[in-house]
């Protein structure tokens, strides 16, 4: 079970299947005494009643997920949560995905290029293996770019060095929408800053009951505190405080770290 | 030979009948209850100090209107269980409300023994009462009414919505409960601590209304899986209890260090994800050593009391008015102090101390003083020129109340709130101004207690049955 391994998993969910637009996530508990995580859906299908949930291995509670086979049940699933991706047709849209943010990317990708804009993707991970979505993101776009950071596929380096390439090219570009691991989007934000090009990003802070009860996900954006569960998970990307954001990621990495140990050593 | 006449005639007075608990040092550091309720002698004692009132206060003191006196008559003929069933006449959750209802306001208040002298314990009774039934199993099942073939959705399973699938499912409709959390009991589940309510009470009580014929589904956030509009069109009524969930902050600089918590997140980690047995349970919560609690409420008490459980050295409550305007129960505070909380009144924060990696280690504060009475009655805490002070600790709590969640008004067209937010509702009737919609408790009032809310669910299921007869 190795960590960061890329996990797929394909939950019958039909009612969440039928509500859940681009944007929303869902909020897992595995079993009686497993913790409440946020997880994206990297795709719904309501006629077959499924939603697609794609995470990283990063802790107990994705590694305990890691290890349901088929025909197994997670005890709760609760969605769609937080607010859908407000798409309109705009012109050209460029969507950046880095890691796993590139399972949240897919159906926002999908629905700007529905909804009529140019869409030029950028996914990128830190090698092949970790790679994602990489046919669907190209069917889902006009244009697809890849990257990985040690060069084993598509082109060597950042999603944020095409990027910069992209706006250098051509001014037509009217927003980016840019979905990873925070230092990803806080470079990126940076360098769209820059440009003036308007940025949006979805945060993952840490979330208990990701109803608005109990604050656990507050963002400082613009200065002021935001529910991500709630308010968000899309915020205007120049606005956000990654740095705060990070260290709150990190509030529990004793207790995560503490819990994985004892998963792996007695496997429950 | 007269003195002893005398004494013959006038009845020894018994005192009011103290519950055993256990010892403050040992139950600050753990999370079993801490009264430990009346044993069968203990509670006819305390049941025989009630005189029978000819015309009982105490009735109208209680916002279900149980009738107090005939369930202690019971108990002082040694008929526990009907003591028992004469409470759930009125109340579907007496072992709830034998905890947590601020009796001292309510029907102890009024109590006739009370005048001269101490009152009848009626919520130590009913506690007992309550229990007994459970623990001799002999849960009373009564009957239902015919099938209506109606239906109704109760949007949220705290106080309120349990107290209008009680009442409406004993009148033969068919009752749905929708739960947001992946538990049923809302606030009594997620906000009450363990040591002041064992979560196994309210699981029996949720698990008899399901014996009734209640339906519950939990993990659904109507206004996200379901709209209200939506769920009207396969109910023929809709009751919104959902309680007041969405947390209030400071907002003083530095709020959002790490280790510093919402009271609703800090007590829902600990109450409903069970925290406090970390790593058995998966989800963590910050320990502290030296914890800072803002507000003075009986939620300010239980997170101030769960630190301690959590292994805390030192516990304050830190509260801007004076100990005369605090709004906790007495008995909550009592107990705070016997477990070794201390309270520093008359200081607010200004705002939060921080290291590199972002986590708390202080608090600055200011010292206040009293003034005018302000618009809730009280007097207005002044802050005093020059009185900064810096407070150390590594986790704090804030348990300054909370409002309405917006989320299921914002998804619900052509629902009136008031201008905080709350849903505006008769309270007589529980109607909203959308037909084919009620509400009732914290959503509508703000933060009360547990019996408001019930007392305004059956309000609401009165007019949701006067509704559905004549439809």
Known sequence: ?268 | MEMVEKEKKEKPKIPRQKMPEQEAKVRAKNFNEVPLGYTPELAQLEASRCIQCKKPKCIEGCPVEIDIPAFIKRIQDGDFVGAARKLKERNSLPAVCGRVCPQEDQCEKVCIVGKKGEPVAVGRLERFAADWEKEKEEVFIPGKAPATGKKVAVVGSGPAGLTVAGDLVLKGHEVTIFEALHKTGGVLIYGIPEFRLPKDIVQAEVSYLERLGVKVECNCVVGRIETVDELLTEYDAIFLGLGAGLPQFLNVPGENFCGIYSANEYLTRSNLMKAYLFPRYDTPIARGKNVAIFGAGNVAMDSARTALRLGADTVRIIYRRSRDEMPARIEEIHHAEEEGVQFHLLTAPIRFLGDDNGWVTGVECLRMELGEPDESGRRRPVPIKGSEFQLECDLAVVAIGAGPNPLLPATTPGLELNKRGYIVADLETGKTNKPEVWAGGDIVTGSATVILAMGAGRKAANSIQEYLMSK
């Open chain 1, 1 to 268: 079970m190795a960590e960061k391994t890329v996990c797929h998993l394909k939950v019958d969910a039909p009612r969440i299947a039928r509500k859940a637009k681009p944007g929303q996530f869902v909020v897992v508990k595995a079993n009686e005494t497993g913790e409440r995580i946020p997880l994206t859906m990297g795709g719904t299908d309501p006629s077959a009643g499924t939603i697609d949930l794609i995470f990283q291995v990063v802790g107990k509670s994705t590694a305990l997920l890691r290890t349901l086979n088929v025909g197994d049940a997670i005890q709760d699933i609760i969605g769609p949560l937080g607010k859908p991706t407000h798409v309109e047709n705009i012109g050209t849209v460029v969507c950046v995905g880095g890691g796993t943010g590139v399972a949240v990317m897919y159906p926002i990708t999908k629905a700007y290029k529905e909804a009529g804009n140019h869409v030029i993707a950028i996914i990128g991970a830190r090698n092949k293996d970790l790679l994602i979505l990489e046919e669907e993101m190209k069917a889902a776009s006009h244009d697809l770019r890849v990257t990985t950071d040690d060069g084993s596929y598509g082109h060597h380096g950042f999603v944020t060095d095409v990027l910069k390439k992209i706006l250098d090219e051509q001014n037509q570009v009217k927003l980016v929408v840019g979905i990873g691991p925070v230092p990803m989007m806080k470079f990126l934000c940076k360098l769209t800053k820059g440009y003036g090009v308007k940025t949006m990003v979805s945060l993952n802070p840490i979330m208990v009951d990701a109803t608005g009860m109990c604050g656990a996900c507050r963002v400082t954006v613009g200065g002021k505190t935001m529910f991500c569960c709630v308010d968000g998970p899309e915020f205007d990307g120049h606005e956000v405080d990654y740095d705060e954001l990070v260290k709150r990621q990190r509030a529990y990495l004793t207790e995560e770290k503490a819990s994985l140990d004892r998963f792996k050593e007695i496997g429950r």
